[in-house]
């Protein structure tokens, strides 16, 4: 290799990689603005006490959904042990995993009887889930109410296995990420956490064990 030919190799390398910089701190940048004024209008939504009317047990149907912001965030998760905190949005394409935690839609929402399932990746939002460990409790703030569940188990799973994701028969939380955590390039495996609905607060439709809808109950621990 001649020394011009290496310099505009060296060149054109620098060059690319300040690309790639530039264009991870746009995206980072995006990121942190679309968080930080999404959490803010969730917040003021929450003060204002704005939600959807009180449903019925005819409501208690997989159609059913929380109240979303226009940007399609309708809550946000918090696993206070592991120092994790997200906004959760409707959908898991890239434009909503790229700025939260992404609802498998397939799935029931927090709170109503089945499995809700989230998703998220391993190296930004769900960075630590890997730490996770039995009891561990996880909270999830919506419009309608916040919901605590307890970590059950976590296993790592072919990508293959997606009965994981099926409906449980009491209201159950899973997470999915990609594993290993520290895999560079896409990971060949999935980390899952399954986690049992064990307290709804301020909530218009608690759900009793049988899955039927109990109107009364607020800070009530099953």
Known sequence: MTPRVSRWLTGSLVAAGLLLIGLWLKNDTAARAFRTTETAKLETARRSGRSTP???????????SPTTLESGVFGRIE??????????????????LDRSVGHISTTAFPGRPGNCALAGHRDTFLR???????????????????????????????????????????????????????????APERFVVRAKLVEVVDDSSAIDDQGAFQPGLTAERR
């Open 54 to 64: 009180r449903p019925t047990r005819s409501h208690l149907r997989a159609t059913w």
């Open 79 to 96: 696993i206070p042990r592991l120092g994790i905190s997200a906004l959760i949005a409707e959908g898991t394409q890239p434009a909503q």
């Open 128 to 186: 630590g889930l890997g730490d996770v460990r039995e009891n561990d409790i996880i909270h999830i703030d919506t419009l309608q109410g916040t919901y605590t569940y307890e970590v059950e188990w976590g296993a790592v799973v072919e990508p293959r296995q997606v009965d994981v994701l099926d409906s449980t028969v009491a209201p159950s939380l899973t997470l999915v990420t990609c594993y290993p955590f520290a895999f560079v390039g896409p």
